[in-house]
């Protein structure tokens, strides 16, 4: 990085710290996310997106940077329960959306290099406020490169772009529930954007 780009890193960064408070908190009056309706849902993301990516990205990870270019998956967030009832939005990488899109139930299998990046936002019921939430990966690496989570690595970037600490065994313990389409939960079935 060079010095300027690394000063307005900086600056980004301290603007995202200051006060505490996230440019990107936007009111809300629903604060049970399951009673969420589909434009309750759609009004929070536009509030928020921009913010969003700013954040992850202001750390310098290049998934970040270019996830937004992805394919995204479904047709707007979705609230499942696991990931803390976060709203949560996918997006897969050139390598992996094709097979990704196909949602399949048995003997599903991505391709290596595939990379799945999904977005998080939490409804924070005592500020009344949709607040930025992690940014959940997983990434297919070489067969029998990570024995111990099917050769998926798991990763999550704060709101902030920090990486977090994260245990490889949480992340997949759970998505261990999901054996026959590749360790993959996919988005909710009526929000699916098939191929
Ligand atoms: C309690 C269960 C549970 C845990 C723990 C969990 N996940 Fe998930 N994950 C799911 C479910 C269910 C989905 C699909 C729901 C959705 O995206 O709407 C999912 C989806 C994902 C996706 C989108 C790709 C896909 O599976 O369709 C990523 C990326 C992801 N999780 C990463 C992580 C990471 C990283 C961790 C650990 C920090 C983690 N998950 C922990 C249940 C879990």
Redesign the pocket.
């Known amino acids: 990085m060079n010095r300027l780009l690394k000063a307005a890193a900086v600056a980004a960064t301290a603007i995202f710290a200051s006060g505490g408070a996230w440019a990107a908190d936007c009111p809300v009056t629903i604060l049970d996310p399951f009673d969420l309706e589909g434009d309750d849902i759609d009004s929070i993301y536009d509030c928020m997106k921009d913010d969003l990516v700013a954040g992850y990205a202001s750390q310098g990870s290049k998934i970040a940077e270019n996830y937004r270019n992805w394919t995204v998956t479904s047709t707007r967030m979705?609230v499942?329960?696991?990931?803390g009832s976060r709203l949560?939005l996918?997006f897969a990488n050139s390598i992996g959306a094709e097979a990704y899109l196909k949602f399949e139930e048995e003997g599903a299998n991505m391709p290596v290099g595939s990379v799945?990046?999904?977005e998080s936002i939490k409804i924070h019921k005592k500020k009344k406020m949709a607040v930025p939430g992690p940014l959940?990966?997983?990434t297919k690496v070489a067969a029998g490169e990570l024995p111990d989570t099917n050769d998926w690595r798991?990763?999550?970037l704060a709101p902030s772009g920090k990486v977090m600490k994260?245990k490889q065994s949480?992340?997949h313990?759970?998505?261990l529930g999901?054996e026959d389409q590749d360790?993959?939960?996919?988005?909710?079935e009526e929000l699916r954007l098939k191929n």
């Open positions: 979705g499942a329960g696991p990931h949560l996918t799945l990046a999904k959940f990966l997983m798991y990763d999550a994260i949480y992340c313990n759970c998505h999901f360790y993959m939960g996919y988005p909710l």
